[in-house]
C-alpha cells in the first residue's frame, strides 16, 4: 500500500504543473532505434560462457538492431487501432545515426575512433537486409517517425579511454562488436559508456556540440527533414547544448520529470526540475513522459498494462497529454522471440483498453505535440 500511495503521489508531481489542454493526446516516445546492443543470441551465450553477466541487464539480454520480423509484427500490430481521427498510433523513433566501425578503431591501435551510419551497421544483420526499407514504409504509413537521439548512444572519450586499458571490460566485450557490457557488469561509478553528453570535465561540451552538430546534419541528410524535437542518451547533457539545438532545428525537448545534468566529478549528479510545456532562454519547448510502458524491464508478473493505463488516467486527470515512454527493447526478438510475442501482446492490450476507456484519444508524433502546445501559448 505504501509502494502504491508513492507511486500515486510521484504521478500527481510529474502532471500538476505546467501546460494544460482538454484533449485526450498520447504520445509514444521510443528510445534507442539506430544503436547497435547485442549483436546476436550466439554473441550473448559465448559472454556468458566468459563469465560476463549480459544476461543481468535487460537491454543486453533482449536488445538489438530491429530486425524485418520486428519491424513487421509492430507495424501489424499498430494498424489494428485508430483515434477519433481515423489515425493510427504512431511510433516516435528516436534515432541514434552512428554506430563505432569496430574494425578500423582495432586497426588504429584504439587511438583514434571511427563511426559507421547505422544503415552500414544494418547490413552486416542477417535478418535486417530490409530493415531501412520498412522504417521508409512505416514513416510512409504514419506509424514510425524517427527524431534525434544522439550521432551515438556512446561517450566517445570515455570509451576511447577505456579501450587504452588491456584488462579493461569494454575491450572484452569489444572482441565481439559491443561497445557496452551491460549495467550489471558497467564499472561503477563516474560517467556511463552509453551516456554520450556526460562529462567529468566541461571542456568534452565543446566536443559534444561539434557531435551533436554531425548528427543532427546526418539526421537531415538521411531522412529528409530537420529533427525537431531531441533527447539526450540517458537523459544527461549540459543545457549550454540548447542554442546549438535550436540553431540547427530544435524545438522540443523531450524528456522525464528531470532533466541529468554532466557528472562533472561530483559524488552525486545535479538535475533540473521540467514541465510540460515550459519554454526556456530559446523559446524551447518542454516535453514530459509521464506513463511507463516498459515490460522488458520489470518481471513478468509486473502489471505493465495496469500501471501504464494509471499513468494515462493521472495524465489526463491533470488535463495534460500522455506521453508513453517505450524503449526499443521492449518491441525486439531478435536475440529473444518471446520477447517481442510477450511484450507486443501486452502493448496490443494497453492500446485496446486505452481506446475502449477514452474513445475520443488522439494520437501524435512529439513534434506534433510540441507544434500543439506552441500554437496554444504564442
Known amino acids: ?50 563469465g560476463i553477466r549480459v544476461d543481468k541487464c535487460p537491454y543486453t539480454s533482449y ?37 563505432p566501425d569496430f574494425q578500423r578503431i582495432e586497426k588504429s591501435g ?15 544483420y542477417p535478418e535486417h537486409a530490409r530493415s531501412f526499407s520498412l522504417w521508409r514504409q512505416g514513416i510512409s504509413e504514419s506509424l514510425f517517425f524517427p527524431q534525434f537521439h544522439g550521432r551515438e548512444h556512446l561517450n566517445v572519450n570515455f570509451w ?12 572484452t566485450v569489444y572482441e565481439d562488436e559491443m561497445f557496452w ?23 568534452d561540451v565543446e566536443h559534444h556540440r561539434e557531435v551533436i ?13 530537420k529533427s525537431e524535437s531531441f533527447i539526450a542518451p540517458n537523459f544527461v547533457y549540459h543545457p549550454s547544448l540548447n542554442e546549438t539545438l535550436y ?11 528531470y532533466q541529468k545534468l554532466p557528472i562533472e566529478g561530483n559524488t552525486k549528479r545535479d538535475m533540473l526540475r521540467r514541465f510540460h510545456g515550459r519554454k526556456n532562454e530559446w523559446g524551447q519547448l518542454s516535453l514530459i513522459r509521464n506513463c511507463v510502458f516498459e515490460p522488458s524491464q520489470h518481471p513478468e508478473k509486473h502489471d505493465t498494462v495496469g500501471h501504464c493505463l494509471e499513468g494515462v488516467e493521472n495524465a489526463f486527470f491533470w488535463k495534460k497529454p500522455a506521453v508513453i515512454t517505450a524503449h526499443r527493447l521492449n ?48
Open 160 to 171: 576511447m579511454k577505456t579501450l587504452q586499458r588491456s584488462d579493461s571490460v569494454n575491450r
Open 213 to 225: 552538430i554531425d548528427g543532427l546534419q546526418q539526421f537531415e541528410n538521411l531522412f529528409g527533414y
Open 247 to 257: 540553431e540547427n532545428g530544435v524545438q522540443y525537448l523531450q524528456g522525464m520529470k
Open 1 to 50: 500500500m505504501i509502494s502504491k500511495f508513492r507511486q500515486l503521489i510521484a504521478r500527481h508531481a510529474i502532471n500538476y504543473h505546467g501546460w494544460q489542454t482538454d484533449r485526450k493526446i498520447i504520445v509514444i516516445e521510443s528510445d534507442d532505434w539506430g544503436s547497435s546492443c547485442m549483436p546476436s543470441a550466439d554473441t550473448f551465450r559465448n559472454l556468458i560462457s566468459k
Open 181 to 203: 557490457p551491460g549495467s550489471a557488469e558497467e564499472e561503477r561509478g563516474g560517467l556511463s559508456i552509453r551516456a554520450a553528453f556526460d562529462a567529468e570535465d566541461l571542456n
Open 63 to 99: 536488445d538489438s538492431l530491429a530486425s524485418e520480423k520486428d519491424l513487421n509484427d509492430l507495424f501489424s500490430v499498430l494498424k489494428e487501432f485508430q483515434d477519433k481521427n481515423g489515425f493510427h498510433p504512431v511510433i516516435t523513433a528516436n534515432t541514434l545515426m552512428m554506430n
Open 331 to 378: 518491441f525486439i526478438g531478435y536475440i529473444d522471440p518471446g520477447n517481442r510475442e510477450r511484450n507486443l501482446k501486452l502493448f496490443r492490450e494497453l492500446l485496446d483498453q486505452t481506446l475502449k476507456k477514452w474513445p475520443d484519444a488522439e494520437f501524435m508524433t512529439s513534434d506534433e505535440l510540441g507544434k500543439f502546445i506552441k500554437s496554444s501559448v504564442d
Open 110 to 124: 584504439f587511438t583514434s575512433y571511427y563511426g559507421e551510419p547505422f544503415t552500414e551497421t544494418l547490413k552486416r
